[in-house]
């Protein structure tokens, strides 16, 4: 089955403590891309990545890092998490390399950081 | 900054009737228009795309797309409850490597 899968799913963590959200899509996609979601600010994109070894911010990275060392993977490293990083995240992944095509989503990660 | 806007809502209609979303953006080199339906605490699913001027149907969905006034709508026909989420608009712009979303707007289809 064609999915992007991110783990974990759920989470609840301290301030400072080094966390890394897993993100796989078994569709040989190229551009894969994080965002995150808050009540009344939408999705906001954190990072994307157009190709193995190529990522550049979006809107909103700061405190964030990632990486693309396998076409397949794409986690998020948050290396010092603070409470306003609190979000839902979600992966997703597009076929094209331009992400014009259509963007396959994740499940989502609920991030709490206290 | 890109700027995709999106009345929140709560827009509600009653079922069987067409329910109308609108959405507007800034960039005017805005080449792409998609429309994802979210169901509460699930991810994003697409259900349009758009890429030049005038209508497309799929269903009960058309989406309708106007770039002189930079304005993309997306209609719903015979509304259905099953039809109540939020829908978020996306752009993608002249880079090509980033889709901007709306914040959505919600919508009720009540019996």
């Known amino acids: 089955e064609a999915q992007v899968t991110q783990n974990p799913r759920y989470l609840i963590t301290v301030t400072g403590k080094k966390l890394t959200v897993t993100c796989s899509q078994n569709?040989?996609?190229?551009?894969m891309s994080w965002y995150r979601q808050d009540p009344g600010l939408g999705l906001r994109q954190i990072y994307y990545s157009m190709n193995v070894e190529v990522t550049d911010k979006g809107d909103v990275p700061e405190g964030y890092k990632v990486s693309r060392k396998e076409k397949r993977n794409f986690p998020l490293i948050l290396e010092s998490p603070s409470p306003n990083q609190t979000s839902l995240y979600f992966c997703a992944s597009s076929l094209s390399l331009a992400g014009t095509g259509e963007l396959f989503f994740g499940e989502g990660s609920r991030l709490t950081v206290l | 900054q890109k700027e995709v806007e999106q009345n929140s809502g709560p827009l509600s209609v009653p079922e069987g009737a067409i329910a109308s979303l609108n959405c507007t953006y800034s960039?005017?080199?805005?080449?792409?228009f998609f429309w994802y339906r979210q169901y509460s605490g699930k991810s994003p699913e697409l259900i349009m795309s758009i890429y030049s001027n005038g209508d497309k149907e799929d269903g009960r969905f058309t989406a309708q797309l106007n770039k002189a006034s930079q304005y993309v709508s997306l209609l719903i026909r015979d509304s259905q409850p099953s039809d109540s989420a939020t829908y978020l608009c996306?752009?993608?712009?002249?880079?090509?490597?980033?889709?901007?979303f709306g914040k959505g707007t919600s919508l009720l289809v009540t019996p």
């Open positions: 996306a752009v993608n712009g002249n880079s090509g490597y980033a889709l901007n």
């Open positions: 960039d005017r080199g805005s080449q792409s």
């Open positions: 569709m040989n996609h190229e551009y």
